[in-house]
């Protein structure tokens, strides 16, 4: 099985890190996420070792990715928004096109929350190409009220569309990519030889997955999962950066 050590010696590693749940803690009110100094500290090690490249791999839309993340615009940090339909790449690296959203995006998510407004502590956060529906706050009454309008408009009029859950969120996409995907591209634009990819819920089992042989996948806190290794929370994740960071830092300076 790959560990840490094995990531310190490749050629050209890509670290691939959610971002809620796996960098910083989960929070109530999800625009106050924030990830740790410890976490902050190793990843801005990493970023700064040759051959070794950093992205933060999320659901959220890549604007709000850049704000809770506290995004610096001379950072060389890698971003995949959307669970990959929008990448940011720093100059020297290549990203494809964006995609324009159908007129569809805005209409269904004006209707859903228009549907669900009467609801105590549920709120529709709209995105490029769908929307998610968060009932973190909300009564547990209020929570399968929501549930049961949400699964109904999707019967009605979001055929086609890809339905993602997650901590007290559903999402909807009208785009097909998940986090495998944003992963590949990412391996590809970078030439990795290896990828450290860690996650904490279910549309992080998509890049888990797709891992490759010569990769380790990580998985932050409880739950099913295809990744080889678990640690608790965001504290030991951001412990694990740490110890690769100096793993990597001492091979590549013997």
């Known amino acids: 099985m790959v560990d840490l050590d094995d990531l310190a010696h490749t050629p050209v590693l890509l670290v691939a890190l959610d971002f809620d749940g796996t960098l910083a803690p989960l ?6 996420a924030r990830m740790g100094a410890q976490a902050r500290q190793a990843i801005d090690r990493l970023a700064a070792l040759p051959d070794t490249h950093v992205a933060l ?18 950072s060389r940090l890698l971003l995949a928004g959307s669970h990959g339909a929008q990448l940011h790449l720093p100059s020297g690296y290549e990203a494809p096109p964006l995609a324009h959203p159908s007129p569809e995006v805005a209409t269904f998510s004006d209707d859903l929350a228009e549907a669900l407004s009467a609801l105590d502590n549920v709120w529709v956060e709209r995105k490029p190409y769908g929307f998610v529906v968060h009932t973190r706050l909300a009564t547990e009454h209020g929570t399968t009220h929501a549930h049961a309008i949400l699964d109904g408009f999707a019967r009605d009029r979001l055929h086609g569309w890809r339905r993602r859950g997650g901590h007290d969120v559903v999402e909807y996409s009208e785009r097909a990519e998940g986090k495998d995907g944003a992963v590949h591209a990412l391996r590809a634009a ?3 030889t290896a990828v450290l990819f860690a996650g904490d819920d279910e549309t992080d089992e998509d890049a888990l997955r797709a891992l490759q042989p010569t990769d380790l996948g990580v998985r932050v806190g409880g739950g099913s999962t295809a990744a080889t290794l678990h640690v608790a929370d965001a504290a030991e994740m951001a412990d694990l ?7 990597r830092t001492r091979n590549q300076s013997s």
């Open 27 to 32: 929070v109530d009110v999800p625009s106050e």
């Open 57 to 74: 791999v999320s659901g959220r839309m890549l604007a709000d990715l850049k704000l809770v993340s506290e995004y610096d615009p001379e």
């Open 190 to 192: 970078v030439g990795a």
């Open 241 to 247: 950066l740490t110890r690769l960071a100096d793993l």
